[in-house]
């Protein structure tokens, strides 16, 4: 199947500075990617979809000043913090999908991000 | 997209069929069923999805009911390995770019 990658897989950053984190389609081209967020024991929460060459958009109430979303190519997705604060530690997963073909998202293997 | 209800939880036994049931009443014409799992601390893996006809992979099969309210993804062989979280997701049209809205789906737990 296809390979989604992130990186980091973990950080952990002082409050106040900006973590970006990485999203990769290794061996397809992602038209669409999507970031999504998830605290302990609760289910996944979209945040943004990202679209290749274009703006990205934010689900209500998430901050597009506080994420940070760039979908510069076809394989690759960032998602800066800024200004990162405790309340921002989570687990950030992205996903992909392909122009044309199966239906399925792929899932990258999340980002666990600690805010000190 | 179609809200959807499912069993916060359910237990199976190591190599007995784990049956997962989903309730989908308002479905529309134009939505499919997915499913998804997420292992713990890991990104969420696709298993299965259908329209109306009863669909099958190598992972699981997929059961969906006449009048298409509701589905059952049926594990045939549980395996420790399956211990996760199950998430079954109705969205629109039979495409890979629309986004998934995640319940709270269902923690199944396979035991020896």
């Known amino acids: 199947g296809a390979v989604v990658s992130q990186h980091p897989s973990r950080v952990i950053c002082k409050s106040g500075t900006s973590v970006k984190i990485e999203c990769r389609s290794l061996d397809f081209q992602a038209t669409t990617m999507f970031w999504y967020r998830q605290f302990p024991k609760k289910s996944l929460m979209l945040m943004a979809t990202?679209?290749?060459?274009?703006?990205?958009?934010?689900e209500q109430g998430v901050e597009k000043d506080k994420f940070l979303i760039n979908h510069a190519s076809l394989t690759l997705s960032t998602l800066t913090v800024t200004s990162a604060h405790p309340e921002d530690s989570s687990f950030y997963i992205c996903?992909?999908?392909?122009?044309?073909?199966?239906?399925?998202?792929?899932f990258g293997p999340g980002t666990r991000l600690t805010v000190t | 997209d179609a809200k959807t209800t499912q069993p916060p939880s359910m237990d199976c036994a190591e190599g007995r069929a784990a049956n997962l049931p989903c309730n989908h009443s308002t479905i529309s014409g134009n939505e499919y069923v997915y499913w998804y799992r997420q292992i713990h601390s890991q990104g969420p893996q696709y298993i299965i999805h259908g329209l109306k006809n009863n669909e099958t992979n190598e992972m699981a099969s997929l059961i969906i009911t006449e009048d298409r309210k509701s589905s059952t993804l049926i594990l045939p062989h549980a395996t420790l390995r399956d211990t996760a979280v199950y998430y079954c997701i109705v969205r629109v049209g039979g495409t890979s770019y629309g986004k998934l809205t995640f319940g709270q789906g269902t923690i199944l737990t396979v035991h020896p």
């Open positions: 990202s679209n290749e060459g274009s703006k990205a958009t934010y």
């Open positions: 996903s992909a999908s392909r122009r044309t073909g199966p239906h399925e998202q792929y």
